[in-house]
Structures are given as C-alpha cells and as structure tokens.
C-alpha cells in the first residue's frame, strides 16, 4: 500500500485486480499474446503522465487485492474485493474507488459489485485491451480517465470508463475481442464521455441499490453461495446437461433464449421438471441489444437489461437465504 500526496481533505483508493492492462509480453509489438496480471498496481500508476498533477494534492491509496487474469476470476475473489470497498467507502475521507481489471469478466464483476456495496460514492472500473509493455498501450490514459470520472461530483455508483467511454454497471457488455474500445452499452448507449480529462454526462441515470442480500454476500462463506448456471438455447439444444445440473444439486438456471426469449422445444421439458424439482428458472435473451417483449413463455424472466451472466449474479443473490 501507498499514500500518495498532501491533502488531507479527500483521498481516492485505487484496488488492482490484475487483468491486461497489468500484462506484460515479449515485445513491445505483441497486443493479444502477453500474460495478464504481472504488474503491480504502484507499477500502473507511475507509468501514468501528469496523474499526480490531476489530482491536485489530494491523497492517494493503492492496494493490490489480486493478481489474476480475469477470464479465471472467482467468488472469492469478488467477496475479497467487496469486503476491501466496502471498507474503504466507509471511511469518511474517502472520495470514491478506482479498480484495475482485466476485460474478460469486468461487466460480471461490475454488476456485482453494484448489486452488494450499496454506497452512493463513485466505484470506477477500468481496464486495457493492450499489455502494460505494448508500444501504446492504452491502460494509461483509461486510468487517467478513471481518476477524471471518480472526481466528478455527479459520479455515482458502480462505473466502468473504457476509450473514453463511460457505462453503468447494469448496461455495459464486452462486444470486441481485441479492439480498444472493446465495450458496449448496447441500446441504453453510454452515460457519458470522457474528454481532455472533462466529464461529459449524456444523461445522469438514477443510481442503483444494492440487492437486499448483499450483506450476506459479504458476510458468509462463498461456499455457502447458491450454485446458479447459464443453459443457452441454441440449434440441436439437448436437455440431458439440464437433468444433469439438477441431479448435481444445482439451485438455479439462468437460460439464454433466442431470440425474443425464446426456448428450443427440447430444453423445455428438462426445465419444466427442474422448476417442479425446486430450481428457479430465470429466462433471457442472448441478443447483445434491445429487450424481450411481448413475453408470455411459461419461464420467468430475468430482471430487464440484464445479460445471461449478470442475470446469474442477480438470482443467486435472490437464492442467498
């Protein structure tokens, strides 16, 4: 950990994670073969120009919570980065967070983060889609663009900023394997942009609450989570990995309908007998755009804008009794 700065009015925490944008690689000309999460989060920002100009004094805390590329990213490792924001957004000098992450997983950890800390102050998430020892890598001004976000005083919740690009926890999708500006919002569009170190809002949405188990999440073993899986519906779909997951103890099932929701016909009896078994069923879709409507299948759905993982993060909270 490191305190960087004077001022002793407001203090931002930065919480690496590891991911790309602490990747390093051979050659400075390798942007998708590196290995993730070799850096230190120190490391980050020293290697980005004028971050203690920008933030005029105000103190600074690093803390490296875990080193990992993030297409492993675990529930243990989401319970440890909760409790650690949800520490520091208790302590009153405390501005807001930025957290490092890798690409892969940043829209699951985003949302869960937004559905347990429950906190009005700004948690800004950003990443990189090139290595630290790339030629131009773009981790350092995504940081930059970070530490403008969590500063602006109409920053709420949970935030990811990626090539200037601001979304909401809630609407933000990995859309592109390797190009910078690699993130979606979808049909809600972004919230806002980031633009010469200026936050400019689109339109300031509400903020999310948390879910009313969060505190649970933080507080019991990740053990003790409900096990919940995603099914996707797709042609020459077969129920058997359905029965399966049930004769496993599964306690939900997330379906990733076609579609307008919907289910291939083969799936549906396997989920029919799930839900009579016990495990809830929630339905949505797998168009990255648009919502369902008109939905009047016999599954229930997932809560609206929700992708088929972050409808996974919802349900096993609602199932954390």
């Known amino acids: 950990m490191q305190v960087v700065g004077t001022k002793k009015s407001v203090s931002w925490v930065v919480l690496g994670t590891g991911g790309t944008i602490a990747g390093t690689a051979y050659g400075t000309e390798d942007h998708t073969v590196y290995t993730p999460g070799q850096l230190g989060i120190e490391q980050l920002l020293e290697a980005v120009p004028g971050l203690r100009r920008s933030l005029e004094g105000e103190a600074l805390v690093c803390e490296q919570v875990a080193q990992l590329d993030s297409k492993d990213m ?148 990740t053990a003790e989570w409900p096990w919940v899986e995603v099914v996707h519906s797709h042609a020459g779909a077969d129920g058997r990995h359905v029965r399966a997951l049930v004769l496993a103890g599964v306690k939900g099932l997330v379906v990733a309908g076609t579609g307008n929701g919907t289910v291939h016909q083969d799936l549906l009896a396997p989920l029919a007998e799930a839900r009579a078994q016990g495990v809830q069923v929630r339905l949505t879709s797998r168009c990255a755009e648009g919502q369902m409507v008109g939905q009047s299948a016999a599954l229930e759905t997932a809560p609206p804008g929700l992708n088929a993982y972050k409808a996974r993060i919802s349900l096993m909270l609602d199932l954390l009794h």
């Not at 957290?99 to 559905?115: C, K, N, R, S, V």
């Not at 806002?192 to 999310?208: H, I, K, M, T």
Request: with cysteine.
């Open 74 to 221: 675990h529930h243990d490792t989401w319970q440890a980065l909760a409790q650690r924001c949800a520490h520091w957004l208790q302590q009153e000098e405390v501005g807001g967070l930025v957290i490092t992450h890798g690409t892969d997983t940043l829209e699951e950890t985003a949302w869960f983060l937004q559905q347990v800390l429950g906190s009005s102050k700004p948690v800004v998430m950003t990443c990189a889609m090139r290595p630290a020892t790339s030629l131009m890598p773009d981790g350092p001004q995504n940081l930059l663009d970070a530490f403008a976000l969590v500063r602006d005083p109409m920053a709420q919740g949970v935030l990811v900023v990626c090539a200037g690009r601001i979304h909401s926890a809630r609407a933000v999708q990995k859309v592109h394997p390797y190009r910078l500006d690699a993130f979606s919002s979808g049909d809600a569009g972004p919230r806002g942009f980031v633009e010469q170190g200026r936050v400019r809002w689109v339109d300031p949405a509400s903020l999310e609450y948390a879910h009313a188990h969060a505190r649970q999440a933080l507080e019991c073993s």
